[in-house]
């Protein structure tokens, strides 16, 4: 057992001798081999096991071309246990190598991967040496090629610069011409037109030459030898081509025409490669850049193609993008259209909203001060001239209604006869009678002047009641009759408030009460007077096709216009009004006022508050409004979107328009006036359009879409003209009454007429100073008056007003219409005055003058005559002609006298004395050039007839035109 554990080791051993010098061998062909070391004996094989293992090392080693291993430890070991080292062979002694079976056969493969890997090497060497031979090859060929070229070049060069220097170099067409000459002498040999002993020489056909030019020729000259010709420089003329060629007497003509014939087809070939060779090269150059332009087109074809599917398929997706978001905006519009008629069906008369009532009527009729008077605040005081320039809205809750009506109240119950319409009434002494379900009362106090139409449009388009206030005293004015024809054709019901009853002769007021129990104090003359007042007025009322009466005698409420008389300084007939209006609105109106949750809201102003930024002033007609709503509105630069971020109103009982305590709501139902806060971005909102809130199945595209439909309609009203003012107010109600005011002509304050005023340029909001740069342009068009700005309650910024000064661009700023149109009416008095005063030394009035025999003062310088104006208008400083002698400039009226007195102009039928000058001609003298019998003729042309016609229209009369188009004729103005 012992010794075969023996053997395993020693054959374990002897694997491991073979991997060691598997290692070994692999090592030595990536390592560079070290100079061998002198050869040592190899030790006597002491171990079988132990040599097989170095024998297969050793062989490995041999194979590669490399040494013995060196002694291992173990043998050091043996050496030191004291064993013999095996005896050393001598060096002539053949070598005797044993190799294990295994280490043999690793031995064997690794030679022949080496033998396989030199093969390959060599082979790959040789292919490469051959490429790189035979690209040497042909690199010598194009050189050589290339060098034969030059060399031939070259040697035609220095032959083309040889035959310069001796002057026989010619040209192509020069030698063809030499040829064909020396062709044609040939065959003229041939036939024998010439002998051959004629020799062509120069000087023979100079001689010829100069015998022409002399004047008398001997007759027949003896011959004379001919002398040689003289040697000319070099310089100057070429070697002659006869002189080159062989003697024609001595040679053989054909031989000289054949070698000639050599020498030039030698040239021409040598001309011709070298023209080949450029036109090769040429050739090649148009063909290079043919193909660089091919590929350029090609790339270019590609890249416009590469184009052009990318453009066809983004077109394709933009369009299907399209589609879808068409497709997405139609069903999400069926969806919102589809849930609102579900809101309008699920509406009761169970529940109502409160009703939205309008003031209307004339300027100081007294429909703020009788707001005011059922606020019991004085927002009369506040405003610019006492005249109403925005909508206000005023919210009364059900409780403030039933505490004003209750003087109605006690009143009815004190009275026995009742009549039907007391019964009936809301809150009537009858048990029985109707109680209010209204939740209160919104009141909008609209603008009452012509001048708002707009806005009272706008407002009536809310509201569902209107009031027209009506002056007791003045009756119906034309600004009522408007708003009588407004509710008349947008169909609103009404109640007229008879005002100011307390202005009849000894009027006794007591403060807030019934106006029947107001009425039964008054002594008989005042009721007679106020009957006879009521009477004109009801009788102006059914002019109008208005049937009218007094609200206690009114039994047919749906065809006869109830009438309540009242006084906004008293009180007196507030309640009754109150009561009516509350009576007519909840019993004719129910299904009008059905509570709905679709949303309508109107924009009346949009304003930036100190401490709350941009709000809105809205009326909430319908729906609800919560706090964070996202809202789609319009602007003019297109629809916008933004967040609600709160939601504020007044204290009841109080306008938008006054500053006062705000409350905060987190949700609001309409009807009723509140502000909205936000974002900048609400300055930009138009005033009179609509809000939309977004929901969560809407599309924001399509709420856009139906947003800009309100701005859409006002594109007609803001229209503007190529030259005229630029305009800005502060709402765009207020805008549209301002433009609507300066394009009709009318009559101002003063009733004088009024010619409409152009406008250029319309827009909402302060004045800045790009809408300054934008008036200074019409200044530039030659339109001086126009290059102005009006603003209507709108602030100017500084800088605006500054370059406003510098460029000479007036801004009128004002809080009513009436008082800018004054300012701008000024303006263009003042412009037109000194136009005028410009072109009074351009303008020239008509007139024919007749002088009197009998008045002649004075003839010559200065010449003064009497007489009497026949046509037209003298005025100082006309010149004055006579065209029947030829146009004769008899001068320049200086002064006109009339009546011992001095007059500036004297018109048709006026006997008067003039003073002429003139200054071009002293010598001028009347009875010398002209007398009584010729008449005198203002003398006009086109610069004058023009400047009538601009600068002084007022003061020219028909005939006086009339007088212009004969002027005209006899002075061939055309």
Same mark, same amino acid.
């Given at each position: 057992m012992g010794k075969a554990k023996k053997k395993g080791g020693k054959a374990a051993a002897a694997d491991d001798d073979d991997w060691d010098a598997l290692l070994d061998a692999e090592q030595a062909n990536q390592a560079p081999q070290p100079p061998p070391p002198p050869k040592a004996e190899a030790p006597a094989p002491?171990? #079988?096991?132990?040599?097989?293992?170095?024998?297969?090392?050793?062989? $490995?080693?041999?194979s590669m071309g490399g040494d013995a291993p060196a002694p291992k430890k173990d043998d050091k070991k043996k050496k030191k246990k004291g064993k013999k080292p095996p005896p050393k062979k001598s060096d002539d002694a053949p070598e005797e190598k044993k190799q294990s079976k295994r280490g043999a056969e690793i031995a064997a493969r690794l030679a022949e991967q080496k033998a396989a890997e030199e093969k390959l090497a060599a082979e790959k060497k040789a292919a490469e040496d051959k490429i790189r031979a035979e690209e040497e090859a042909e690199q010598r060929k194009l050189d050589e090629e290339k060098r034969k070229r030059e060399e031939k070049l070259a040697r035609k060069a220095a032959a083309r610069e040889e035959a310069r220097k001796n002057g026989t170099y010619e040209t192509k067409k020069q030698r063809e011409a030499r040829l064909a000459a020396e062709r044609r002498r040939?065959?003229?040999?041939?036939?024998?037109?010439?002998?051959?002993?004629? *020799?062509?020489? *120069?000087? *023979? $056909?100079?001689?010829?030459?100069?015998?022409?030019?002399?004047?008398?020729?001997?007759?027949?000259?003896?011959?004379?030898?001919?002398? @040689?010709?003289?040697? @000319? #420089?070099?310089?100057?003329?070429?070697?002659?081509d006869w002189e080159a060629v062989d003697d024609w007497e001595s040679g053989d003509v054909g031989a000289n025409l054949e070698k000639l014939a050599n020498e030039s087809k030698a040239i021409d070939e040598e001309v011709e490669d070298e023209a080949e060779l450029e036109a090769k090269a040429e050739a090649e150059k148009l063909k290079e850049a043919g193909r660089k332009l091919k590929e350029r087109e090609r790339k270019a074809r590609e890249e416009e193609e590469a184009r052009a599917k990318l453009e066809a398929e983004a077109a394709a997706e933009a369009d299907r993008a399209k589609r879808e978001a068409e497709l997405k905006k139609l069903e999400c519009r069926q969806k919102r259209l589809a849930r609102e008629k579900r809101r309008d069906d699920d509406r009761s008369e169970s529940r109502l909203r409160s009703p939205i009532c309008c003031i209307m009527g004339h300027v100081d009729t007294g429909k703020t001060k009788l707001l005011d008077k059922i606020r019991q605040t004085n927002v009369q005081d506040g405003e610019a001239g006492g005249i109403t320039q925005q909508i206000g809205a005023t919210f009364f809750d059900d409780a403030t209604l039933k505490e004003k009506i209750r003087p109605v109240a006690a009143h009815l119950a004190s009275i026995k006869d009742q009549s039907s319409s007391y019964v009936d009434a809301i809150l009537g002494p009858d048990p029985d009678a109707p109680r209010l379900t209204l939740p209160g009362l919104l009141v909008i106090d609209t603008p009452g002047h012509e001048s708002f139409s707009n806005l009272r449009s706008r407002g009536s388009s809310l509201c569902d009641m209107a009031i027209l206030v009506v002056d007791l005293m003045h009756g119906l004015e034309p600004q009522t009759l408007e708003s009588i024809s407004m509710l008349k054709r947008k169909r609103t019901p009404f109640v007229v408030a008879l005002n100011k009853v307390d202005r009849c002769y000894d009027w006794s007021p007591t403060e807030g009460a019934s106006i029947r129990e107001a009425l039964a104090k008054q002594a008989q003359n005042t009721l007679d007077e106020f009957e006879q007042k009521k009477a004109n007025a009801f009788t102006e009322l059914n002019e109008q096709s208005l049937n009218v009466a007094l609200y206690w005698d009114n039994d047919d409420p749906g065809s006869t216009v109830s009438v309540v008389p009242t006084s906004a300084i008293t009180g007196e007939g507030v309640p009754d009004l109150l009561r009516v209006v509350l009576s007519l609105t909840q019993q004719r109106l129910a299904a009008k006022l059905m509570f709905g949750y679709n949303l309508q809201c109107t924009v009346l102003e949009v304003k930036v508050v100190e401490g709350l930024g941009a709000t809105l002033d809205v009326i909430l007609v319908n729906g609800c409004l919560h706090a964070g709503d996202t809202m789609v509105l319009c602007t003019q630069d297109g629809p916008i979107v933004t967040t609600a971020r709160a939601l504020l109103t007044p204290p009841p009982s109080r306008e938008t328009r006054v500053k006062s305590e705000l409350i905060k709501h987190e949700s609001l139902e309409g009807a009723i006036g509140l502000k909205i806060t936000g974002d900048p971005e609400l300055t930009k909102v138009v005033p009179g359009t609509g809000i939309l809130?977004?929901?969560?199945?809407d599309d924001v595209e399509d709420l856009k879409e139906e947003c800009m439909k309100d701005i859409a309609n006002l594109s007609d009203t803001l229209a503007t003209e190529a030259k005229g003012v630029t305009v800005q107010a502060s709402t765009l109600g207020a805008l549209e009454a301002l433009l609507e005011f300066l394009r009709n002509p009318g009559k101002d304050r003063q009733g004088k007429e009024r010619p409409p005023i152009p406008v250029s340029g319309a827009t909402v909001g302060p004045i800045h100073k790009k809408d300054v740069i934008k008036a200074a342009i019409m200044a530039q068009k030659g339109s001086e008056e126009y290059s102005c700005i009006l603003g209507f309650d709108v602030p100017v910024d500084p800088e605006a007003q500054a370059y406003a000064d510098k460029n000479q661009v007036k801004i009128f700023t004002a809080d009513i219409i009436y008082h800018l149109e004054g300012h701008f009416t000024r303006h263009l008095d003042e412009i037109m005055e000194r136009k005028r005063n410009e072109a009074r030394d351009v303008a020239v009035f008509p007139s024919l003058f007749k002088i009197s025999k009998n008045h002649v003062f004075n003839m010559k310088d200065p010449i003064i005559l009497g007489g009497e104006v026949v046509d037209g208008i003298l005025k100082v400083g006309t010149p004055l002609c006579i065209p029947h002698l030829g146009f004769l400039d008899v001068g320049v009226v200086q002064s006109i006298e009339c009546n011992h007195k001095d007059v500036q102009t004297a018109r048709k039928g006026q006997e008067c004395a003039i003073k002429i000058v003139n200054h071009g001609n002293p010598n001028m003298t009347y009875g010398r050039q002209f007398d009584h019998n010729h008449q005198l003729f203002s003398k006009v042309n086109r610069a004058s007839i023009d400047a009538l016609k601009k600068y002084f229209k007022d003061d020219m009369q028909d005939a006086d035109w009339r007088l212009v188009i004969k002027l005209k004729k006899v002075f061939s103005v055309i």
């Open positions: 002491a171990e #079988p096991a132990k040599a097989d293992g170095s024998d297969a090392a050793a062989a $490995f080693l041999a040939a065959s003229m040999l041939a036939s024998g037109m010439i002998s051959a002993d004629t *020799k062509p020489s *120069k000087p *023979k $056909f100079e001689r010829k030459k100069k015998k022409v030019v002399e004047k008398a020729p001997e007759p027949e000259p003896e011959p004379e030898p001919e002398p @040689e010709p003289e040697p @000319e #420089p070099a310089a100057e003329e070429p070697v002659d809130v977004m929901h969560q199945d």
